[in-house]
Every structure is written in C-alpha cells, then in structure tokens.
C-alpha cells in the first residue's frame, strides 16, 4: 500500500479493484449498474479504479479472483453474494480464503430478527446464514437490509465485501466503505460533489468552455468532469478539503466560473431537474401550463405533470400529429394553419392559454423529413409560448434520426419554457442545432 | 479445450473470457452496455461466460489481463482499444503478449482509405494505426468501421478483439466471432432466438407456467430463459438444431406450447412490439385512436403516436391532472364526472371518441393515493375504450410507489387498447394488481 502523507488533497495511488459476483450479472440476465454506481463514486471522492472483475456464484471462480484480486489491489471492493440462499458463497469463500472458519454473530442475528419482528413476521431460517461471519472480520453496517457487510484482509487488500441490492449498497459505500477507503489511502478531510445540468452545449464544447477553471481553486483541490445524457450534460465539480469551510473556500470560485461560463445554458443544479425549475417558476408567479404537441406526441406534457405538486400547475395538454387537428384542439380559428411556422406555434400556444385558462401555454410543432429513418434524418421544430404579458417564438433545425430528434425536440420545448420563465432569451443557439 | 463431439446441441464447456478494455469503462462514465449484450448473445446460442475483466487503457494492466486470461480461459472477447488514438492500444499489447511484431495489413489500410472516400474525406494519418496488426493475427471483417477486428493465440486460449462501438461490435459478434466460437467449441448447426414479450405475469409465476416445456423439443436443443423490463417480460427460446429444418422440428412444440400457455399475455413476438400490434390492428380495421389520460400525463400517446406510419393512425391526445379539467377537454357534457369510476372512464372515451372523430377512444383514469412516496404508495386506475361496437371498461389497483404506478397504468392502458383490439378479454387479471 502507497499511504500518501496526511492531508493529502490529490487523488491517492491505492489500487482497488470492484469485484461483482453472481450468476445473474456474469450471463448479462442483469445489467450490472452497480459496477458503474461504485467506479463512478469513487473517482468523485479521488479514489481510482483499477480492476474490474465479474464472476458467477461458483466457489471455484470467487476463490480464485479474491486471490487474484488480492495480488495485485490495495482495497477490493466485493459485491454481491450476501444474501440468504446457498447461491451466495461470499461469506463462505471469504473465510475459505482467510483460512478462519465462519462464527455466528449473534448481534447481527439479532438485528435480521428484529428486522422481521418490525415486519410482524417471523425470520425465515435460511436467513440465519447472512449471520455466518469469517471470524475476525469487521462488520459494515447494513443499516435498511439485512445483508451484513463485512470487512477483511487477504494478502496485503482489504476487501470490502457490500450487498447486491443496489440502494443498501448505496448507502453502505457512502457511509461507510467510502471513509474506509479514504483512511487507508491517507486522504483526510472532506468531499463534496457540485453538480450542473446544461442543455445545448456538447461534452467537448463543454471543456473547451471550462479550460482552466480547476486552476480557480486556491491550493487545487477540485476535479472537473463530464457526463453526458443526450440531450443533457452533466458538469461536475468533485471538491475536497480539510473540512467543510476550507472544502467550501477551495470549491467556491471555480463553482462560480463554471456558472458563470455555462451561463444560460444551466438548466439545473445538483438534485433539481429542469421539470423541478419550470414547476418552481410557475409556483413562484402562481402561474399554471398548458402544451400542445405533434410529434413529441405528449413527452412533453408526461416530464411535467406526473411530478409531485404538479396535479395544480399543469392545466392541460394536446397532442395530435396532423397540424390541422392540433390547431383545432387547441382551438385556433378555422383555416388559420397554413404549415409548421413559428407564427403557427405562436397561435396555437395563445389559442390554447385562451382555452385552457392556464398562465402559460407551450406548444412545439414538428415538420419531420420524408423518407426513412437515417443518421441525416431530421426535422424543423418551431415553438411557441404564450403567457399574459406576451407570446415568443423560435424555430431550430434538428438532424440525428428520428428518435434523436424526438428527444431533443422535447428538452428543446422544456428548455425554452424554462428560459421563458426565469427571463432569459429564448432563441440562444444550441449545439445540437442547424442554422 | 474441451471440445465436444460434432453435433452436440447441449451448452458447450468452453470457459469464454470477456475482457472490457476502456478507461471509461473502468471508471464508470460510460454504462458498459456492451459486456452485457454480449454475456447474453452467447448465451442465447449456447455458449457460457466464465469470466468478466475490466481493464483501463493502460500498457500493464492490459498485458496482465491478456496473460491472466488466456491461463484461465479457451477463448477471450476483448471490447476495445482499437481506436485511431495513442490511448487505444489493443493491437500494440496483443503483439507483445504473443510476442510478434506489428505489421501494417495494406488490404485493411486500403479499406480505411476506401471508406474516407466514399464519403469524400481524406483519412486522417493517425487512422493508419488501426491497420497495424500483430504479425500472422486473423483478420475479423468489420463491414461498417474503420477499426479491424483481429484473432491471435495467447497460450492455449484464442482472442477476439472486437471495437467498442456498439454498432460495429453487435455486428461482428454476430456475424464473425460467434460462429467461430461456436466451432471452437465443436458446436455445430444453427440456432435460433424465439422471443415472447408479455404484459401481467411477473417471472416467477411464468417459469412455473412455462414448466417442462424444454422437454418438448424432440431431441432436446431449446433452453428457456427470461429477462424482466417492468412492467413487461421477455420469454426467450434459444433453439439450436444441425440444419434450418432440423431446428424447426424441433422448436415448433415448444413455441406452440408457450403462446398456448402465456396465451393472452403475449403481447407481440420477436420485433414487434405492443405499439406495433394496436397499430397493425387500427389499421386492419381502418381505425383510429384518440386518448385522454391523467396520472400517466402523455406517456400513453407518446408510446403509440411517434411511431412512424402512426400519423395517420393516431388522432387527439388529451391530458389532465385534474378530472374536471380531462372531462372538458374530452367533451364530456358539464357536471358529470362524480370521481374516477370505470363509468367515468367509459364516459371519457365516448365523448372524446365523438369529439375526435375517432374509431375508438382510450381514457385512462388514476385516483392516487395521498402522502409521500413510499413502497406501499399506489393508486386506482379506471380504464375505458370506446369504439363503433361498443364501450368497455376495467379497474385495477397497483401499489409499489409513484414511478411504479406511473409505468403499471401506461402498460395496462396500452395492453387493455390491444385485447379490446383484438377482440381478447380486457378484464384479465394480473400479476403487478391487487384486487
């Protein structure tokens, strides 16, 4: 093990490797998102992935990656194969591995009875098994399941040995193997993840705008980094320090930048999402929202109104795919549609705000390309939102496929809501467009 | 190699290797989708996963993982690392491992060339990489990418480098890899995947249905499995057979078997999909289709109606949190609606399929539960359809919380349209309702 010195800030050396078991993940039955759940926090508290190892529920197969693992990792992170049918071998290998025997611990058997007993039932008898510990491990809380977590060592790693259900094991990394993990990395302090939410700008646009902002910070301390889910982006800030005021001076300029260069382009913030932001502005001037939609065919209108809080702001919405029925049910005046324009989705928005009686009316219409689907395919999209002080509108060219278009047709017509509400201009150019 | 004799049917021995290179992979930014699509391929034409690595784009790590499998497996799949980029190193590693040299395959450079110009570019000097192959490696064709697929020995295990661009990797893995593993592992003849998609029969209760099935098959050669994507299941048979008849024989019983056992349930086959059928089936009867919706808040319309050929199939989507407001905007006569009732439901659907213009009309109506978010949160849903012939309805209740509800309710609603459709029951019961 690399132990870097205390007070360390930058990303520690320590090798750790994940190591995801069970039959049902290795035959691809179920998609293992617990693997990149654990890589992804880590790299956000500095702590590095370096292996990954998946294999079934076979003894064979688990004795012979722990060692392997334990060859070559500082800290392995197991997961899986703690639950109370024979299938689960983990606790089972581990002491094989350690050559210790597995001890009933009666604290933990307690908590899986009292478990049931809240539960008005009575404890299965195979459950007593998650109660076998190899002797001598350290137990990790599970504290809403009753997979006990355990910790020990092979070698010179650690293995931390976590639930497959994925939100026990949420909570158990977080709490409890995350700190374990920065102590015996020597990283000391605290972390925090700033999180942005953009709409219209790609990943390598992204970086080329926040060139240098991580310099910002004074005595370093912060990573910045990027995922993206078309058509959003997500800009992250990983932050530490010594405690939370020095984490807070360290973070607080480069959060700062990264604002003010996404600029309009941030739809959200950390837990917020773009529907909480338009559902919070129409609150905020006790407005309400109607839509009407072609080819989004109600995508628009099923982000917003399912929301908690939601049943009283949003008012109605339409969708038809022909425009001429769109226009009557939203109840433009006969013979007004002439064909997707900018003008049309206006009317059609103030038609329906008339209609509906709702503050706000949205409506996004779609002239899709002819012809099969292909990567060239696209479609003009034309918006329009009517409110009580006045109507706005924007047109913009989109290409990718049907389906590329449909999505950001959609976080298109959300996104110039948002911007209508919060005052900011409606037709800024987005990366994903053609003009 | 355990090599079975010609002809065998049954799943092969063979221990296969997936080794997943990529530091985005390893660090969790990108979902690796593909170890799971192929974990699952191979097991669909009877070929078994032993083992999962996870590597970055680092020199060591990949010789060490190279070395490590080809000592434990018969055959590797390696996924990436054969980009044009200095951090893709797929090719310069498997040389080392098998200790050849690097040479330039002028026939893959001219394919590289090829494509640039046929879409009117030059190729970039950094691309010429990807011609580079280890000395006397086997190429693998990859038919729609510029990155060269490649075999080579390592040990006693062969490798299949395969790119990680999901398109170019299903294809090869297809088309190449597998029929060379399946003769690898002296698996001989044809397979074929029979997929079920059924709405209202959780797993379990369809494994205990579809029992024995398996035996049916003269001879043997068709395994049953299932993948569950609430709310709806697939129900796979993985056939394989010496020749195209040979496999017909033999999985025709079963596949009669399984659609008289999930009878009802089957709600499309192989490429269809739920959507697919209720259009197929308004179009044999030259109808069309209108939908009101409240809870589900446009996820019905926007399952059906951005479907291509659905524009003129799929009429008026009309949406409301509020049942007053729903009944307004479907047309129903003022002061009607008591609250959410299967009546009400059926008078939703008449009034709108009237006001549309429509052959039929779907109301999906949800009475939630009050209070937070919880497990046991749930919610009544009250289903009408209207058509030419008459109006049908239904009531369900579902519990498992907000989202649960919100996915349950489109389904039913989407699966009560396709019986009504297609003249089946709309009132049978279950598995996700509680009554």
Sequence with gaps: MRTLGPGNLTSTR????????GDEILTGKTVNTNYGYIATRLGEVGLTVHWGTTVGDDRGSLLAAFRQAAARADAVIVNGGLGPTVDDLSQEVAAEATGVQLVLNEDWLQ??????KRRNRVMPATNRKQAMLPAGAEIIDNPIGTACGFAVTLGSARFFFTPGVPREMHRMLDEQVIPRLRALGGIQG??????????GIGESRADELLNGVEGLAPGGGVKLGFQSHYPQLETKLAARGTDPADLERRLAPVEAEVRRRLGNFVVAED????????????????????TAEM???GAIAARIAPVAGAETLFRRGVVARD???LCEAAGVATGAAEGVSPDTASEVAGALRDKSGSSHALAVLVDLDDGADRIDFGGTIC??????EATVSRQSRMLGGREWVRLG?????????????LGLPVDERIDFEKR
């Design 14 to 21: 320590m090798r750790i490797e994940i190591l995801c078991t």
């Design 190 to 199: 605290v972390t925090r993840l700033k999180r942005f939410h953009s709409f």
């Design 271 to 290: 837990e917020q999402t773009i529907e909480s932001v338009i559902l919070a502005a129409l609150r905020a001037c006790s407005g309400s929202l109607s």
């Design 323 to 325: 425009l001429r029925a």
């Design 295 to 297: 080819f989004t065919s």
């Design 383 to 388: 918006i329009g939102i009517a409110s009580r």
């Design 409 to 421: 047709a959609t976080e298109l017509g959300l996104d110039a809501l948002r911007r209508r509400l």
């Design 111 to 116: 908590r899986i009875e009292g478990y049931y």
